[in-house]
């Protein structure tokens, strides 16, 4: 099946760009809506603020439900 996967291979890679095809218009400036605490490098080394890893997202961390139990007794 080498024709089916020349197909789908060439598919994929059609709707990919390359940074040659970026231009500085389509890259807008900083929001304001989240901050850079972070970084992951290319081997997964990851160094900054990664505390939020350790809660599940929309889920409060352990502190949080201690103060709320002590605060509704």
């Not at 024709?3 to 040659?20: D, F, T």
């Not at 599940?56 to 103060?67: F, T, V, Y």
Request: no cysteine; hydrophobic share 35%.
């Amino acid at each position: 099946m080498p024709i089916l996967k020349q197909l789908v291979s060439s598919s994929v890679h059609s709707k990919r760009r390359s940074r040659a095809d970026l231009t500085a218009e389509m890259i807008s400036a900083p929001l304001g809506d989240f901050r850079h605490t972070m970084h992951v490098g290319r081997a997964g080394d990851a160094f900054g603020d990664t505390s939020f890893l350790n809660s599940k997202a929309g889920e409060p961390d352990g502190e949080s439900l201690d103060e709320q139990a002590s605060s509704s007794s």
